[in-house]
């Protein structure tokens, strides 16, 4: 992926309501707290509680959703709401786009007026985003573009993602946290890096907002996603990238890592968010 993966999984900053963004829970206002406590405190926004519609019924939208996700492939979505030279110019950029990825994705062209597309329409929060708009949907349901009014065809062309990007995107997006950890059998440290991500994911105060997710940083499909986290893919010694929604990367280690250290930078990123830290780029301090 060409552009900025990591600062811009918030594709709400681009189109209006798409994701929203999900605060960060207060770590220490959540001690002693069973799971469904945590989850109602106010660092958890109404988006991330509410599950997400499913892409079953009627519409062109729901189809290629379905579609897609049964073959493995990616879901393209055209969304318009009035003819216009500007609809029509845009879209004869995404058809073109189309034919050269036929084999990897399913196409729709949708009228968010027509009411069979409602189901999509909502569960994209499409109601005031700027048309013409064209959404990206990996198999797994994250959405790995969001393309408003304009855009070309190496826009589109260019938005697939990786296995991890895929996986950490979709995370994010539910409103839950990713502990990255890139590592193989030739890098060093691994067991101390894991030691502290996996008693930070198995403590029941953040176990179900918590995904571990694995990067072999030898597999050159991952390149992209590395540079975009600025993670060198010849490091010699366990990275852990701890990142939080809408998509920021809230801290960074090198070899060992431990639960408090973990719980601690949640904290921070928490705390900045109730002094105003949170924005476009996600919740947690600012680089």
Not at 26 to 50: C, H, M, Y
Not at 176 to 181: E, G, I, Q, R, T
Not at 268 to 283: H, L, M, N, Q, V
């Amino acid at each position: 992926m060409n552009r900025n993966t990591v600062v811009g999984l918030a594709i709400a900053t681009t189109v209006a309501g798409l994701l929203g963004a999900v605060t960060l829970l207060d770590g220490s206002a959540s001690q002693g707290k069973s799971e469904e406590e945590v989850r109602s405190l106010p660092g958890f926004a109404e988006k991330a509680k509410k599950p997400r519609q499913t892409s079953d019924g009627a519409g062109k939208g729901a189809d290629a959703l379905s579609k897609a996700a049964q073959a493995n492939k990616y879901a393209f979505l055209f969304f318009w709401k009035t003819e216009s030279e500007e609809t029509e110019r845009m879209e004869a950029v995404f058809e073109s786009a189309m034919k050269k990825i036929a084999d990897r994705a399913f196409a729709a062209r949708i009228n968010v007026g027509e009411s069979e597309e409602a189901s999509v329409v909502d569960r994209f929060d499409l109601s005031r985003a700027p048309m013409p708009l064209v959404l990206v949907i990996a198999p797994n349901g994250a959405i790995m573009g969001g393309f408003p009014q304009k855009f070309s065809k190496e826009d589109l062309t260019n938005a697939f993602g990786s296995p991890c990007t895929e996986q950490t995107m979709k995370t994010l997006q539910d409103g839950n946290l990713v502990l990255l950890c890139v590592q193989n059998k030739s890098t060093k440290a691994n067991d101390e890096a894991m030691k502290g991500v996996r008693d930070f994911a198995s403590d029941p105060r953040y176990s179900a907002a918590t995904k571990i997710v694995t990067l072999d940083p030898s597999d050159t499909a991952e390149l992209n996603f590395l540079s975009d986290l600025k993670i060198d893919p010849l490091t010699t010694e366990a990275v852990t990238a701890f990142l939080a929604p809408p998509g920021s990367v809230i801290a960074e280690f090198k070899g060992a890592t431990s639960k408090d250290e973990l719980i601690s930078v949640l904290q921070k990123a928490s705390t900045a968010c109730g002094a105003g830290g949170c924005g476009p780029g996600g919740c947690g301090p600012k680089k």
